[in-house]
């Protein structure tokens, strides 16, 4: 992965972060974050190999 691409997927984990530990346990917090990560993750490589 690129620098580019690595501050993308930090930008999306930092408020998916934010927004899972709203009165959570820090652990689901985490969880939310991977998760909202991963499938901007799966997005980004649907989209490079739909567009190769």
Do not use: E, K, R
């Not at 689901?28 to 989209?47: D, E, M, P, R």
């Amino acid at each position: 992965m690129s620098t580019l691409q690595t501050l993308n997927l930090l930008l999306a984990l930092s408020p998916a972060l934010h927004i899972g530990s709203a009165g959570t346990h820090p652990a689901t917090a985490l969880l939310t974050a991977v998760s909202v990560t991963g499938t901007a993750c799966a997005l980004y490589l649907t989209a490079v190999s739909a567009y190769h």
